[in-house]
């Protein structure tokens, strides 16, 4: 008889069939269940000591699974798709996990009863197309110039987090930050708005959370160049460049032969010449305050500071952006290029003040400013950085009810709608085999109910048969779980709105994940080599 052929390394493990399959949704079930208790306003933190030995304590899903190391793919990719949530939309990056474990969980029976995974996969994509139809139904209108109504929307989202004692001046902060940012594109009427980019968030230890504030502007921690220019201008004019004040160097290494003592002298006085045209090409426009990207040489700053110009340099490009926006400045590449409008003239206060040891430098009281800063200060690091995990998401909740603004109820409430509708549906929508996935997405769907009852400590079986029956009558599709105490209630007279967004895109997320992990059944890995 002929021996077997090998094919792959004997170093490599492989597992095929139905055993890869129930190895990915265990796997799956297994990071679902570790940040399962940190969904809802009564949520755990958890602990993790990263790499370096730090410590990070949080609840918030995207950033607990970014420190836990795992090995199998399955939990690699549910890992991934927590990041990707957190991307795309900022917010929802619990839920999406927990779905989609509970998804893989419930397509488990199917597996094992041999239904071919194509026929569960098509079952759950029809569920969804369903799905994304009931959330354009239930969906509300959402007027971004009511203050209130933003905020309360805001609340659903920081109310889970740390933050949530302070809350009202949280979502006060990152409401009055996204909106500064708003830049609507006059001719296509096209928003955008660049939290990423246009939105600074400064941490200094110390002082009291009650001192975080939004600037009408930009800090950056820089001094000025030379310790006798002025600390603070009014209505300051502000000129940004690009290149350095400072003699130009060779591209590459330059060699110059002297012969004549007088060679040497001519050269100093070409590099002086050089930078006092460079400055007087500045001084020409009249501004007060110049900051470059590059060096600003000591021959470049005494003439700087004889036409009381204050100068900054090495400024990071991201910084110098801001400061554009801010002020109305072009940011110029060449001093022989300077044009009068170039210069910002849109702040209102220059000054350079100490903090703590540092000294940084603020632009503010601008006109319409379209980039800003948010300080906040704090008692220590570790609550520092937790609080700028929440305002930021706070800032991504605001963003996406600006470019879609549509609200969906929370507390689990769309999420129960959903799930009525599909089991409602599933006859009379799907025929054969594919009724049961269609169905078992709907079942699925009540997890986030279910959590949330859970992480209160009520009793889930009476409250989620409860939900079930109110869901049953018509014109209920509000009603879900009181986060905080685990009770029946209306989210229209709680006023809990969650954006349509984040929704969507948590729903499109999660069965799609389950439909990639559903479809792999071959797992190759290559196995360590010894030592």
Known sequence: MQAPVMVLNTTTKRETGRSAQLGNIAAAKAVADIIRTTLGPRSMLKMLLDPMGGIVMTNDGNCILREVDVSHPAAKSMIELSRAQDE??????????????????????FIVRNVHPTVIVSGFTRALQHSLEVCKRVAVKVDLEDRAQMMSIVQSSIGTKFSARWGAQMIDMALTAVLRVVHEDGGSGQKEVDIKRYVKTEKLPGGELSDCQVLDGVMFNKDVTHAKMRRRIENPRILLLDCPLEYKKGESQTNVEITKEEDWDTLLRMEEE?????????????????????????????????????????LRKT????????????????????????????????????????????????????ACTVLLRGGSKDVLNEIER?????????RNVVFEPLLLPGGGATEMAVGQALARDAASKVEGVQQWPFAAIGKALEVIPRTLAQNCGANVVRVMTQLRAKHTSLDSSTWGIDGATGKLADMKDMGLWEPYNVKVQTLKTSIEAACMILRIDDIVSGMKKGP
Not at 98 to 108: D, H, N, P, Q, R
Not at 275 to 286: D, H, K, M, S, Y
Not at 390 to 398: E, G, H, T
Request: hydrophobic share 40%; with cysteine; aromatic share 6%.
């Open 88 to 109: 795309e939309v900022g917010d929802g990056t619990t839920s999406v996990i927990v779905l989609t474990g509970e998804t893989l969980l419930l397509a488990e029976p």
């Open 274 to 314: 050089y930078i006092e045209n460079l400055c007087a090409q500045i001084v020409a426009v009249r501004p007060d305050i110049v900051i470059t990207e590059k060096g600003v040489s000591d021959l470049a700053q005494h003439y700087l500071l004889k036409a009381n110009i204050t100068a900054f340099r090495r």
């Open 319 to 370: 910084d110098n952006n801001r400061v554009a926006r801010a002020c109305g400045a072009t940011i110029v590449s060449r001093p022989d290029e300077i044009q009068e409008s170039d210069v910002g003239t849109g702040c209102g206060l220059f000054e350079v003040k100490k903090i703590g040891d540092e000294y940084f430098t603020f632009l503010t009281q601008c006109q319409d400013p379209k």
């Open 390 to 398: 929440n305002l930021s998401d706070a800032m991504q909740v605001i």
